[in-house]
């Protein structure tokens, strides 16, 4: 995957060469553990995902920043 880009759940995640994240154009740092190849993220801190756009559709369903709250 050298460029993905797709809406979820009204958030646009935009992942280039697999290393850059943006959310909303917001660019998302996270952190890639070689060893288990699993990513996180400090905006859901003690969870580990099995991709880079698993983490990012994560973030947006389970962040208050992301997520498009509904009042």
């Known amino acids: 995957m050298t ?5 979820f759940e009204g958030g646009t ?4 060469d697999d ?6 154009g917001k660019e ?7 060893v288990k190849n699993k990513w996180s993220s400090k905006y859901l801190p003690y969870t580990q995902y099995d991709s880079l756009l698993d ?7 389970d962040t208050v920043e992301f997520s498009g709250v509904k009042e």
């Open 3 to 7: 460029h993905h880009t797709e809406v």
């Open 13 to 16: 995640i935009d992942i280039k």
């Open 19 to 24: 290393t850059r994240l943006t959310i909303n």
């Open 28 to 34: 998302i740092s996270y952190v890639h553990d070689a």
């Open 55 to 61: 983490l990012a559709r994560a973030i947006i369903r």
